[in-house]
């Protein structure tokens, strides 16, 4: 049975770490100007580079490094630094797409993975890119059956890469999908000056428009107001066909996204190919799965284009359909590690005994516990208000700095109130 890596998104510290507690393979990661989310809020500076790889090595994760924007001739020295700073540092591979990215790192020796830009939909591409890398993602508009061609070709005919070994075939199995075929758009570049495939799309796709006549000024009904903004992709009802048709690399979407969503994806998707692994794959896993995944950000989900369909199922309203919210309600100002015991600083809100609660931190990761116990000044409380310290038991070490939000259903009254104060 082949291996199976899930590569999971790494936007800050905290996600990196929430993406090794939910069992990534590897994490991919962007840092300066030259990849796909430069100039997103989830970021990394080069500087950052020595330390995630560090990281990722302690414990046994690879480590991506994308440079998967196009390059124009004044970067080409920032992209050569780029490559020449990944190499130096250990990174485990290069994602890119550009051809100047490809010759250089090929030139130094740095393991390079073919990016989503490159669409690569046929075996011919797949024995081009060959030349390059020994892993390659397929465009995201593929049916499993055309994937499952690809790769029975690169098994029948022996297809290898830079090191020798067998091309392996990468997917994106969850996240956010795109209108344009393999993230070619120019819509924000048109209206904002900002180009997606500079990394800097400002997601006019996402918004809703009202469509009038030039002429008449007539104002067209549109049934569905988010026509350009599909659903996200999620595969788990159908990830063992995917597997069983010879795919290698699980990507998950979501660079942008909270360390609760990378660690909660992460460790469904984990879940998942174990249970395929072992025979136990089930429709009644696939829907306790399902609901996991429905807890944290996502748009509503879909299957994507695996199965043959042509066009996607559209966003019933902006933003996140998630289950599950979070509210931010204090930080982390002490840690007693002989007691295993949290100082928290209630900053808004309250906090009861049987509250869930969900504390991120660059070191932490994702940390997730219901309140069991509250103490002020060692007395036992069932509640704790805003201003107030309190210490609670938890089962993993905490850090001082750390945020601490309580997690509810999207239908509690707290986040109500949030709205109305919206």
Same mark, same amino acid.
């Given at each position: 049975m082949p291996d199976i890596e899930i590569m999971s998104p790494a936007g800050s510290f905290d996600s990196l770490m929430a993406a090794i507690q939910g069992g990534a393979g590897s994490v991919y990661f962007g840092a300066g100007q030259l990849n796909m989310r430069a100039r997103s809020s989830s970021n990394f500076s080069p500087e950052d580079i020595r330390m995630i790889t560090s990281i990722c090595r302690e414990h046994r994760v690879k480590s991506y490094l994308t440079l998967n924007t196009i390059i124009y001739d004044e970067e080409?020295?920032?992209?050569?630094? %780029?490559?020449?700073?990944?190499?130096? *540092?250990?990174?485990? @591979?290069?994602? @890119?797409?550009?051809? *100047?990215?490809?010759?250089?790192?090929?030139?130094?020796?740095?393991?390079?993975?073919?990016?989503?830009?490159?669409?690569?939909?046929?075996?011919?591409?797949?024995?081009?890119?060959?030349?390059?890398?020994?892993? %390659?993602?397929? @465009?995201?508009?593929?049916?499993?059956?055309?994937?499952?061609?690809?790769?029975?070709?690169?098994?029948?005919q022996d297809i290898t890469g830079p090191s020798g070994n067998r091309v392996q075939i990468e997917v994106f199995v969850h996240g956010a999908l795109c209108m344009a075929v393999s993230g070619k758009c120019y819509i924000s570049l048109d209206n904002f000056n900002a180009s997606a495939n500079r990394g800097a799309c400002q997601q006019p796709c996402r918004r809703s428009y009202e469509v009038k006549d030039k002429d008449s000024q007539i104002e067209l009904e549109i049934?569905?107001?988010?026509?350009?903004?599909?659903?996200?992709?999620?595969?788990?009802?159908?990830?063992?066909?995917?597997?069983?048709?010879?795919?290698t690399v699980l990507k998950i979407e979501g660079r942008g996204r909270s360390a609760e969503y990378v660690k909660t994806v992460t460790r469904t998707y984990h879940e998942a190919v174990e249970a395929w692994r072992r025979n136990q794959y089930s429709s009644e896993k696939v829907e306790l799965w399902t609901t996991e995944v429905n807890k944290v950000y996502n748009r509503g989900f879909w299957g994507g284009y695996y199965l043959g369909e042509k066009t996607g199922e559209w966003s019933e309203r902006y933003g996140s359909q998630a289950t599950q919210k979070k509210v931010y309600v204090g930080k982390v100002v002490n840690f007693f590690n002989k007691l295993n015991v949290a100082e928290i600083k209630v900053e808004s809100h309250s906090v009861n005994v049987g509250d869930n609660i969900l504390v991120i931190g660059p070191t932490t990761g994702a940390y997730e516990a219901e309140i069991t116990e509250l103490r002020v000044e060692l007395n036992p409380v069932q509640k704790v208000v805003k201003g107030e310290n309190c210490s609670l038991a938890v089962t993993e070490t905490l850090?001082?700095?750390?945020?601490?939000?309580?997690?509810?259903?999207a239908g509690h009254p707290l986040f109500q109130v949030q709205s109305e104060k919206n």
């Open positions: 080409l020295p920032i992209m050569r630094e %780029m490559v020449d700073l990944a190499k130096e *540092s250990g990174v485990s @591979a290069i994602i @890119a797409s550009d051809l *100047s990215v490809l010759e250089y790192a090929r030139s130094r020796e740095v393991e390079i993975h073919i990016s989503t830009q490159c669409n690569i939909t046929n075996i011919e591409a797949v024995r081009y890119y060959a030349r390059y890398a020994d892993v %390659m993602v397929l @465009a995201r508009e593929l049916s499993i059956s055309q994937i499952e061609a690809i790769t029975r070709t690169i098994k029948e049934d569905n107001k988010y026509i350009m903004s599909p659903k996200d992709l999620m595969t788990l009802p159908i990830l063992d066909r995917l597997l069983d048709a010879g795919v850090r001082r700095g750390d945020k601490v939000y309580l997690v509810a259903d």
